[in-house]
C-alpha cells in the first residue's frame, strides 16, 4: 500500500461533506482520504495537491477529480486559476507518507543506506547532505534545536562540522554511525528521528509552507466551510491550533476592548484534538501520534 489514510472516517465527517460541494485534499499522497470523499460526493468537485511525482500514479479516474502536481502552498492561485473558489472545505494529512519512508532511496529513514535526500520534491536542489556539508554552525544549530528539538545540540553540531572537515558526509549509514554515540543508550531510535525529522523540514521548507497553507485556508474556505488537519509533531499541531485559536502563529491574539479576538477567521469545532483509537493504532502504528483538529470558517 502507497499510504494507509489516519483517521479516515472521522476526517471526513469532520468536513461535513455537502453532496455538491467543492474539496480539497492538500497532501494526496495515496489517495486514500480522496476516494473515502468522493464516495460522499455527488455532482460535486474535489481537488488532490501533491508535489510528489510519485503520487501522481495514484491519481483517481473520476471526472470529478482533479490532480494537482504542485506544494499545497500554492492552492489558493490553483484554485483560482479554475475557477474553483470559494470551497466548502479542505483537508491536510501532514508530514510523510509510508511510501517516502519505505522507499529506501528517499533517504528519509534510518532503516535504508542510501543518499541523505529528503526532498519531497525532487526537482528541488536542497538536500540533506547539502545541509549537513555546507550549513554553518549557527545554522546548524537552530535547524536541530527549533525542528528537532534535539537537546544535545551544541555537541552534535560539532560533531557534524568535525567529521566534515575530513570527510564529506554522504549518505545515511554514515551520518547514523555519526550520531549513534551522541543518542541516549536504548533510545537511539528516537534520537534518530529527531534529528532526521529536523533536516526533512528544512530540506521541504515544511512549516513555512503549513503557515502558507493555512493562511490560504482563510481565503478559500466559504463561510461554513471546513477545516480539517491531521498532525503528527508539536512544531505542526502548534501553529495549526495558534492559528485556529488566536489567528495568527506566535504570540498572543489581538483582543478589542471587549477582549474578543480580531480577525479570527475560523472558530474549532471541537476544544480537544481528535486522537487515534487503540484499534486504529494496533493496524497503523503511524497514527499513534496523530492529532487531528476540525475548524469551521467564520
Known amino acids: 500500500m502507497y499510504h494507509e489514510p489516519v483517521l479516515l472516517r472521522e476526517s471526513l465527517d469532520g468536513l461535513n461533506i455537502k453532496e455538491g460541494g467543492v474539496y480539497v485534499d492538500a497532501t494526496f499522497g495515496g489517495g486514500g482520504h480522496s476516494r473515502e470523499l468522493l464516495s460522499r460526493l455527488n455532482e460535486g468537485k474535489l481537488f488532490g495537491f501533491d508535489q510528489d511525482e510519485d503520487a501522481i500514479k495514484n491519481a483517481l479516474k473520476d471526472k470529478r477529480f482533479m490532480f494537482i502536481n504542485h506544494n499545497y502552498r500554492h492552492m489558493k492561485r490553483f484554485l483560482r486559476y479554475y475557477n474553483a473558489l470559494p470551497v466548502d472545505g479542505v483537508i491536510a494529512d ?76 554522504s549518505n545515511t549509514s554514515q551520518f547514523k554511525q555519526l550520531i549513534t554515540p551522541l543518542a541516549e543508550r536504548g533510545n537511539e531510535n528516537q534520537y534518530y528521528a529527531q534529528v532526521f525529522q ?56 489581538e483582543k478589542d476592548l471587549y477582549g474578543n479576538i480580531n480577525n479570527l477567521p475560523f472558530r474549532a469545532v471541537t476544544k480537544k484534538p481528535f486522537l487515534s483509537s487503540e484499534e486504529e493504532i494496533k493496524s497503523n502504528p503511524r497514527a499513534r501520534s496523530a492529532k487531528m483538529r476540525i475548524a469551521e470558517r467564520i
Open 94 to 169: 501532514l508530514g510523510i507518507s509510508s511510501h517516502q519512508i519505505d522507499t529506501a532511496s528517499r533517504g528519509f529513514s534510518t532503516r535504508f543506506d542510501s543518499d541523505l535526500d529528503m526532498r519531497m520534491n525532487r526537482s528541488g536542489e536542497l538536500t540533506a547532505e547539502v545541509i549537513l556539508n555546507s550549513y554553518n554552525e549557527a545554522q546548524l544549530t537552530q535547524i536541530f534545536s527549533e525542528y528537532g528539538e534535539v537537546r544535545n545540540t551544541k555537541t552534535l553540531v560539532a560533531k557534524i562540522v568535525g567529521e566534515r572537515k575530513a570527510n564529506s558526509i
Open 198 to 253: 529536523a533536516l526533512r523540514i528544512e530540506v521541504n521548507d515544511e512549516l513555512d509552507a503549513l503557515k502558507d497553507f493555512l493562511q490560504a485556508c482563510a481565503e478559500v474556505i466559504v463561510e461554513g466551510g471546513r477545516l480539517v488537519v491531521i498532525a503528527y509533531h508539536s512544531l505542526e499541531d502548534r501553529l495549526v491550533k495558534n492559528f485556529i485559536s488566536k489567528g495568527r502563529f506566535e504570540g498572543e491574539a
